[in-house]
């Protein structure tokens, strides 16, 4: 399909979705006024109107999903290839469950979702990222309420050795599994470093060989480019890095158009393995333990 064919699907789902959302809206608001004017059949035409009405959004919504699903195949395979050569993009599939919890950072939860998986080598280092979105459920008498704790990126990168000690660098408030290991909580010389990050190891003196004042500042300006959303995690020669910025990666948007700014939003997202990677393959990063 060409670029113009799924401009043009997109502004018609678009259209549909707002014309369905109004009924519903409307529905929903003239529910009771109809039924005290009319009547119980007034009623029931609301009720049977708002349901139809749901029912075919969530049928646009779903044609919209597939109509993103095909666009990534068309075009945004082809700007990863040149991005990262020889790397493998399956829209369709992500992390399994265990990947994504053996991270240590994110806490397994009621939902799970992830999709647009993305594998490759950068500087020489192998890594995996994909989409992840994870909910709670929460039941009270006849309500039912979901909450996201996490939607974002996880990223896996795998280095040639050992890192000195296990170590969980995550933001204040940002919860932690530790399911496994036996971790305390390290203190840095460097004020803005706490502030900004909680830090978790299995060893103290070990950490501070990854906690390097050099190491320590790129992390801050890490923290600064993805707008206090980054977390790390150092497992054995794994490391794990989440950006929870409440962002679905590598989706047309509704009512965001398709044109030049959009691909420039998926290059930039793209672009985060190389922001990281770069930072962890510098000379001046030496967390790696003599085993």
Same mark, same amino acid.
């Given at each position: ?15 549909? &979705? ?25 009623a029931i035409l609301m009720q049977a109107v708002f349901l139809f009405s749901g029912i075919m959004l969530g049928v ?112 204040? &408030?940002? &919860? ?7 971790y305390e909580k390290i203190a840095t010389e460097s004020v803005e470093f706490n502030q900004e990050y909680k830090v ?90 003599h085993t």
């Open positions: 399909m060409d670029i113009e064919k799924y401009k043009f699907e997109k502004i018609k789902h678009e259209k549909t &979705g707002r014309i369905f959302l109004f009924v519903i809206i409307a529905a929903f608001v003239l529910f009771i006024p109809v039924g005290v004017g009319i009547g119980i059949g007034g646009n919504q779903s044609k919209f999903k597939k109509l993103s699903l095909s666009f990534k195949n068309d075009y945004l395979r082809e700007m990863i290839e040149k991005i990262y050569p020889n790397s493998t993009f399956i829209p369709e599939h992500g992390f399994s469950q265990e990947d994504v919890y053996n991270s240590l950072i994110l806490r397994k939860t009621d939902r799970f979702y992830s999709e647009d998986y993305l594998s490759g080598t950068y500087n020489d280092i192998p890594f995996e990222s994909a989409d992840v979105k994870l909910q709670n459920v929460h039941h009270s008498g006849k309500s039912t309420t979901v909450v996201t704790v996490f939607l974002g990126r996880l990223y896996r990168f795998q280095f040639p050795r050992n890192f000195a000690t296990e170590m969980i660098i995550v933001q204040p &408030g940002f &919860g932690v599994n530790f399911a496994y290991g036996n978790y190891a299995t060893g103290e003196l070990e950490a501070f060989r990854l906690l390097l004042p050099q190491f320590m500042e790129r992390l801050l300006d890490l923290d600064q480019q993805f707008k206090d959303k980054i977390s790390f995690a150092f497992v054995r020669n794994i490391l794990y890095v989440a950006v929870n910025n409440n962002v679905d990666t590598l989706e047309l948007k509704m009512n965001k158009p398709i044109d030049e700014k959009i691909f420039e939003d998926f290059e930039i997202q793209l672009s985060a393995v190389k922001t990281i990677t770069e930072i962890f393959a510098n000379e001046e990063f030496h967390g790696y333990s």
